[in-house]
């Protein structure tokens, strides 16, 4: 690949073939949004850091057994995060975290401003979550993967190996079912 | 009740530089320090029946010092240790794991010690005598009332020895290296072996779980890119029901709600077979 914005499907042959380079162009592509992503299903900053990274570990070691069908690895990646999330996997960040050479942590600044927002949005997250907990655990991550985190329907039905319909149907009866409860819950934002 | 979804927010400052920069240190090739501790790492929270564990041959081949021998599957197991012991070790890591309730289906008494315990949602790997604590415990969540197949593997794990670094703690020095499979099988598995470097060793299967070890000298390092241990189960007759380096092949479902288990699908157009339940 001589372009010089090589596609997922590219990044990914390349990444599959040994390339840590072109694995790292796709973390820098992607990270932001996993990261956020990890955030939704955790309404924890420092979880969703960590899952970020267990995320795309578990890609790397994933790399040579996924034919990337899509233009764009996100949907995925976003997929292997839910999982990795479900699974409990933090601890493989948190051990690399603790294996991190002492000195290699860069000064980070301060801001109170940031810091009270960030507290301000896991409070927000987690009554958000709480609302959304009754509801099938199938139905939640699929509000969480289309709604949330702005994956087509047929993206998400390729990378869950569902039929559209029915990742349409779970998203809607998500929808019903917190509309019901009146749980005032973000959902209409989905494609 | 809010019903806005917060902001969409970048990394905290400096962290995403930083993330990259260990990811691309776990994923090169080159070897450096981290290397073996981080995949070791990885292969410790790989919940999956996919044991892709990439570790590179040694230098040398390596010595089984220890054999672990299989023992019949039996619901009330004689774990080795009094009741009392069963029950304080099943306190202290559920107390480490930090959930409600679990079960211990399995206990390797060789050092260093480890019990495997069970609760309907979580999986509890449980170190006992390692580290600053007395229970140090890794967690895998899922639905444990379902396996991915016959078998699955909740943990495939190499540890170096405690020689095997340039100034080793005083209370590492001697310790072997070790690779250790751990995980679950259905009614139907009675044996289990797990392959590395040319060895084969049996693993003790009891309540439903099983567990392997292959020891190594205190020197011995694991290194990248390695051919992947294996596991792989049989029926009483000498059937092989299913194996680590293939299972990755095939994705279950529970076939009530439709939910993966154990894995995630591999292609999109992936049909899924029924999980099987697990008790």
Same mark, same amino acid.
């Given at each position: 690949?001589?372009?010089?914005?090589?596609?997922?499907?590219?990044?990914?042959?390349?990444?599959?073939?040994?390339?840590?380079?072109?694995?790292?162009?796709?973390?820098?592509?992607?990270?932001?949004?996993?990261?956020?992503?990890?955030?939704?299903?955790?309404?924890?900053?420092?979880?969703?850091?960590?899952?970020?990274?267990?995320?795309?570990?578990?890609?790397?070691?994933?790399?040579?057994?996924?034919?990337?069908?899509?233009?764009?690895?996100?949907?995925?990646?976003?997929?292997?995060?839910?999982?990795?999330?479900?699974?409990?996997?933090?601890?493989?960040?948190?051990?690399?975290?603790?294996?991190?050479?002492?000195?290699?942590?860069?000064?980070?600044?301060?801001?109170?401003?940031?810091?009270?927002?960030?507290?301000?949005?896991?409070?927000?997250?987690?009554?958000?979550?709480?609302?959304?907990?009754?509801?099938?655990?199938?139905?939640?991550?699929?509000?969480?993967?289309?709604?949330?985190?702005?994956?087509?329907?047929?993206?998400?039905?390729?990378?869950?190996?569902?039929?559209?319909?029915?990742?349409?149907?779970?998203?809607?009866?998500?929808?019903?079912?917190?509309?019901?409860?009146?749980?005032?819950?973000?959902?209409?934002?989905?494609? | 009740?809010?019903?806005?979804?917060?902001?969409?927010?970048?990394?905290?400052?400096?962290?995403?530089?930083?993330?990259?920069?260990?990811?691309?240190?776990?994923?090169?090739?080159?070897?450096?320090?981290?290397?073996?501790?981080?995949?070791?790492?990885?292969?410790?929270?790989?919940?999956?029946?996919?044991?892709?564990?990439?570790?590179?041959?040694?230098?040398?081949?390596?010595?089984?010092?220890?054999?672990?021998?299989?023992?019949?599957?039996?619901?009330?197991?004689?774990?080795?240790?009094?009741?009392?012991?069963?029950?304080?070790?099943?306190?202290?890591?559920?107390?480490? +794991?930090?959930?409600?309730?679990?079960?211990?289906?399995?206990? !390797?008494? @060789?050092?260093?010690?480890?019990?495997? &315990?069970? %609760? $309907?949602?979580?999986?509890?790997?449980?170190?006992?005598?390692?580290?600053?604590?007395?229970?140090?415990?890794?967690?895998?969540?899922?639905?444990?009332?379902?396996?991915?197949?016959?078998?699955?593997?909740?943990?495939?794990?190499?540890?170096?020895?405690?020689?095997?670094?340039?100034?080793?703690?005083?209370?590492?020095? +001697?310790?072997?290296?070790?690779?250790?499979?751990?995980?679950? !099988?259905? @009614?139907?598995?009675?044996?289990?072996? &797990?392959? %590395? $470097?040319?060895?084969?060793?049996?693993?003790?299967?009891?309540?439903?779980?099983?567990?392997?070890?292959?020891?190594?000298?205190?020197?011995?390092?694991?290194?990248?890119?390695?051919?992947?241990?294996?596991?792989?189960?049989?029926?009483?007759?000498?059937?092989?029901?299913?194996?680590?380096?293939?299972?990755?092949?095939?994705?279950?479902?529970?076939?009530?709600?439709?939910?993966?288990?154990?894995?995630?699908?591999?292609?999109?157009?992936?049909?899924?077979?029924?999980?099987?339940?697990?008790?």
């Amino acid at each position: 690949m001589t372009t010089e914005h090589p596609d997922d499907r590219a990044l990914w042959s390349q990444a599959a073939g040994g390339s840590a380079r072109a694995f790292g162009v796709l973390f820098d592509r992607h990270a932001k949004a996993v990261y956020n992503h990890c955030f939704r299903l955790t309404a924890s900053w420092a979880e969703a850091e960590d899952h970020l990274q267990a995320t795309f570990l578990l890609a790397w070691r994933k790399r040579a057994e996924v034919r990337l069908e899509r233009a764009s690895a996100l949907p995925w990646l976003l997929t292997v995060a839910t999982n990795v999330v479900r699974n409990g996997q933090r601890s493989l960040a948190r051990r690399l975290r603790n294996l991190r050479r002492v000195g290699e942590e860069p000064p980070v600044p301060d801001h109170a401003d940031l810091v009270v927002e960030r507290l301000d949005d896991q409070r927000r997250m987690a009554e958000l979550l709480k609302a959304v907990e009754k509801l099938p655990r199938n139905e939640r991550e699929a509000l969480a993967l289309c709604v949330w985190s702005g994956v087509s329907y047929a993206d998400a039905a390729a990378v869950l190996g569902i039929t559209e319909g029915s990742v349409r149907a779970r998203v809607s009866k998500a929808k019903s079912k917190l509309q019901q409860d009146r749980e005032l819950v973000p959902t209409g934002e989905d494609r | 009740m809010t019903s806005m979804l917060p902001p969409t927010r970048d990394l905290p400052p400096g962290r995403h530089p930083q993330i990259r920069a260990e990811l691309e240190r776990a994923v090169g090739r080159r070897r450096s320090r981290l290397t073996v501790p981080i995949l070791a790492a990885a292969a410790a929270v790989f919940t999956v029946a996919v044991s892709v564990v990439l570790l590179r041959p040694g230098p040398s081949d390596p010595t089984p010092l220890v054999q672990i021998t299989p023992s019949p599957t039996s619901a009330s197991v004689d774990f080795g240790v009094p009741p009392e012991t069963v029950a304080e070790i099943e306190k202290g890591c559920v107390n480490a +794991g930090g959930v409600g309730k679990a079960t211990l289906r399995q206990l !390797v008494l @060789e050092e260093p010690r480890f019990a495997l &315990l069970y %609760a $309907d949602d979580v999986a509890l790997r449980c170190e006992i005598g390692v580290g600053a604590g007395e229970y140090s415990v890794g967690s895998s969540k899922g639905d444990m009332r379902w396996l991915p197949g016959h078998f699955s593997v909740e943990e495939a794990r190499d540890v170096p020895g405690g020689d095997a670094v340039p100034a080793p703690k005083p209370a590492d020095t +001697g310790r072997r290296a070790f690779r250790q499979v751990v995980g679950r !099988v259905d @009614e139907k598995v009675a044996r289990v072996t &797990l392959s %590395a $470097d040319n060895q084969v060793v049996d693993a003790k299967v009891v309540n439903g779980t099983y567990a392997a070890r292959i020891y190594y000298p205190p020197t011995w390092r694991f290194s990248v890119n390695d051919p992947a241990p294996v596991v792989r189960v049989y029926d009483a007759a000498g059937n092989l029901l299913g194996s680590s380096d293939t299972s990755w092949q095939t994705c279950y479902e529970n076939p009530q709600t439709g939910e993966l288990v154990g894995s995630v699908r591999q292609h999109p157009a992936d049909r899924c077979q029924p999980a099987v339940p697990w008790k």
